[in-house]
């Protein structure tokens, strides 16, 4: 025992470490879950490298532990092994300090987000090297004044300072936390944020009381490792109770639910429970639709809209198409539910609106700084001007070359068996010549034609 208390790889080391190695897999697991099983696409920006910024942190905090605290057993000592490259720099900044910060992070967007109902004006990029720089500086501090022994344990006037520095990160953690704790929230983010603070509160007591034991105790060596054993394995359960998906990433938090009675959500509409989100019933009798009316009243027929649809992503310009369908999902949400309404509102700007978004639509730098920067995200007139300058795009530019796309003769063939199932003649469909400006794969000729010409050719060709 003497011999392993020092030079490390005592049974109860390895089975430390064992657990560690646990929650790191089951980290990993958890954080890629939804990508590779659930095929989400990668979001793009703080919801997804906060994530992944908080599984590299939780790898050096668990590492660090190890190599300072000597759970490992090392025949020679090199430079790697320094106490100030692991117990001050991984273990702070690149550590505890940088999970905290993440959490902090997360909490200050959803603060603006839901309190403020406004993007926050930093983005999380900047305010996270911010809120980091008292741990750089910290570390930086002790670095110079050198402070610790050969067991990488420093003095009890060394632990105050530094044992403070974590209290008020935490401090600040639970004041976000409390100033948006009356808010409904849709996907747990308060629990995981509450379940953060509580075990890390009790984490820095836990090692308040292991770090004094072994100063004022350090020739029993028994104690030496039963403390780094608790420390190593309170700090894994920190871990796993750190890292959520529920507050950068709702969707995905869904998605990876394994319990048999959650449905798997296709669209943040069918998450927050909006009606018929992104369903189209066989059953529906919507087919009486006019094709010689505008293109915003064709669109709000679920069957137009699905074929329209369809027919705007074979040209890989379906976006708009997109935008306007999840804005027709958050106009049945009431202007009494703000929450839901700032859930569904954020997620269509990420999807759409914010430079470099995965579906990002094709408006105005003014209507785009417009919605970046509104004070009520749950305002209903949030997209109009959006939506209106996507109108007219479509209107000039897809809607003309649907007419004579296969898309539409699809659509047309099947409305006109159901109409004929309801005693109604074909001939009620009345189409006005319209010309084609946008050339797709269901146009290879390139010709200005409308369903009309193109039926008079087929006939002039038939009597020739």
């Known amino acids: 025992m003497p011999t392993c208390a020092v030079k490390g790889g005592c049974p109860s080391d390895y089975i430390a470490i064992s657990i560690a190695l646990a929650s790191i897999i089951l980290l990993l697991a958890k954080s890629m879950s939804p990508y590779l099983i659930h095929k989400i696409p990668r979001p793009r920006g703080s919801s997804f490298w906060l994530v992944a910024i908080q599984v590299f942190a939780s790898f050096n905090l668990l590492l660090s532990i190890v190599v300072a605290l000597h759970l490992l057993k090392f025949g020679k000592r ?21 999970l905290l910060s993440c959490r902090i992070a997360q909490a200050f967007h959803l603060y603006f987000v839901f309190v403020k109902r406004r993007l926050p004006p930093i983005r999380s990029y900047i305010f996270l090297p911010m809120i980091l720089l008292p741990w750089i500086a910290g570390a930086s501090f002790l670095h110079k004044e050198k402070p610790l022994n050969d067991h990488c344990h420093m003095g009890v006037r060394w632990i105050i300072p530094v044992i403070s520095l974590h209290a008020i990160y935490v401090a ?12 409904e929230f849709r996907f747990q983010e308060l629990k995981a944020l509450w379940r953060g ?3 890390s509160t ?4 836990l090692w308040i009381v292991a770090y004094v034991l072994n100063e004022i105790h350090e020739e029993i060596s028994w104690l030496q490792v039963a403390s780094r054993f608790v420390l190593l394995v309170v700090t894994s359960a920190l871990v796993m109770a750190f890292f959520s998906f529920s507050i950068s990433q709702p969707l995905a938090s869904l998605m990876s639910m394994t319990k048999k009675d959650q449905g798997e959500y296709q669209t943040m509409g069918q998450a927050l429970g909006i009606p018929d989100s992104g369903v189209l019933f066989q059953r529906e009798s919507s087919w ?11 669109l709000l027929n679920k069957w137009f809209r699905q074929s329209f649809m369809a027919f705007a992503d074979s040209c890989l310009a379906g976006e708009s198409v997109h935008f306007y369908e999840e804005l027709q999902q958050l106009d049945k949400l009431p202007i009494n539910d703000p929450v839901r309404r700032i859930y569904m509102a954020r997620h269509i700007i990420e999807k759409y609106i914010v430079a470099g978004a995965s579906m990002e639509v094709n408006i105005s730098h003014h209507c785009r700084q417009d919605i970046l920067t509104t004070t009520d995200l ?10 209106a300058e996507l109108m007219q795009l479509m209107k000039l530019n897809l809607a003309k070359d649907y007419w004579s796309s296969t898309f539409f003769m699809k659509l047309r063939d099947e409305a006109s068996m159901r109409t004929v199932h309801h005693g109604l003649d074909d001939s009620s469909w009345n189409f006005s010549p319209r010309l084609s400006s946008v050339h797709c794969t269901d146009d290879p000729f390139h010709h200005e034609h409308s369903p009309v010409e193109s039926a008079g050719k087929h006939r002039d060709s038939g009597l020739q």
Request: charged fraction near 10%; glycine fraction near 10%; aromatic fraction near 14%.
């Open 172 to 183: 600040t953690l639970i004041g976000f936390t409390g100033a948006i704790h009356h808010i």
């Open 78 to 98: 090199h430079w790697w092994k320094s106490c100030y490259l692991w117990a001050v720099w991984i273990e702070g900044p690149l550590g505890f300090g940088l």
């Open 197 to 199: 603070i509580l075990v």
């Open 202 to 205: 009790a984490s820095i007591g």
């Open 378 to 387: 749950a305002h209903p007139q949030l997209f109009q001007n959006a939506l």
């Open 288 to 298: 009486d639709f006019n094709p010689n009316e505008p293109l915003d009243k064709l």
